[in-house]
């Protein structure tokens, strides 16, 4: 099969298309064929080694944790998809080694779900890693109609579902992001505010007793989120472990085809939205990588496989 991959940590450059083994499908795995894959940061921060000392790697790699596509085989004991089911899922693994950047990827049952039918291929692969970890960053902090939540860097890949799954819930949100993306943001049911000096006070002009939950998608506000947290509330991050110091939550997100499948439903009743921001084809996955690295893309970047 045709795939992206790399032999080696670095940068860009370290990436090259080859030509790759078809993926062994072991009991309670499916094959999927891929049809998109979509980039997130830790992908390339995986490259360039910043996960090392947490997970296996066994090289070459495939980079990519998010896929869409169809089901091509089932291994044994999988009696819940069947060849040619329309599907998606957080691929990640337990160790790095064989990602969704290529034409197949195996798939752990346990991570899989049927793909929604109101999105596009390409929305579909957008949604597993950012929803789950918004999905589960919200239940963590048990969330419900009775908050009002802050939502640092509200405008990203994770912090534009926290809103949308946030609202969902029922509670009142506001976000922080820069002046660009304020109408996006609204348009989520979001009230904005900017990002930088002041924004302590900023928060507390909209919400003057203090917020009850904080959900820090960005990392380095734990001096604002403590200013503006009210008495008895609850706050997260997860870019940011200095949280664990000041009674808050470290995040990680969680392969769960479960939680996969919810957020699928909402997205069919029209209560949750994927914007896409670019695609690129298979091979210029480098390209996409730069454009992630940037850091201010406003939706997700997909690679159509």
């Not at 779900?113 to 949604?127: C, F, G, I, N």
């Not at 506000?221 to 200095?242: C, E, K, N």
């Amino acid at each position: 099969m045709r795939g992206m991959a790399y032999d080696s940590y670095g940068g860009a450059e370290v990436l090259r298309e080859a030509e790759l083994p078809l993926p062994k499908v072991a009991p309670g795995e499916v094959l999927v064929k891929v049809r998109c894959a979509a980039v997130n940061p830790v992908d390339w921060k995986i490259m360039a080694g910043g996960l090392d000392a947490l997970m296996e790697t066994v090289f070459p790699v495939v980079p990519g944790w998010d896929v869409s596509g169809t089901v091509e085989r089932v291994g044994i004991d999988v009696p819940e998809f069947a060849v040619g089911d329309e599907v998606f899922a957080y691929a990640r693994k337990d160790y790095v080694h064989g990602g969704t950047f290529a034409q197949y990827v195996s798939v752990p049952v346990r991570s899989l779900a049927a793909k929604p039918a109101s999105l596009s291929w390409a929305q579909a692969a957008a949604v597993p890693l950012a929803g789950l970890t918004a999905h589960q960053l919200l239940t963590r902090l048990g969330t419900g109609a009775q908050d009002t939540v802050l939502v640092h860097g509200a405008a990203g890949g994770v912090g534009s579902f926290a809103v949308q799954l946030a609202r969902v819930l029922g509670a009142r949100v506001i976000g922080t992001a820069s002046p660009r993306n304020h109408d996006r943001l609204r348009a989520l049911g979001c009230e904005p505010v900017a990002y930088g000096d002041g924004l302590a006070e900023r928060v507390r002009a909209l919400a003057p007793d203090g917020v009850s939950v904080v959900a820090d998608c960005v990392g380095g506000v734990l001096d604002t989120t403590l200013a503006v947290l009210a008495d008895g509330g609850r706050h997260a991050s997860i870019a940011d472990d200095a949280v664990l110091g000041a009674g808050g939550q470290w995040v990680w997100v969680r392969p769960s085809g479960e939680d996969l499948a919810a957020l699928g439903r909402l997205a069919d009743a029209g209560r949750l939205t994927v914007d896409i921001a670019a695609t690129f084809p298979l091979a210029e996955l480098a390209a996409a990588f730069g454009l992630s690295r940037e850091g201010h893309v406003a939706g997700k970047i997909v690679i159509d496989v």
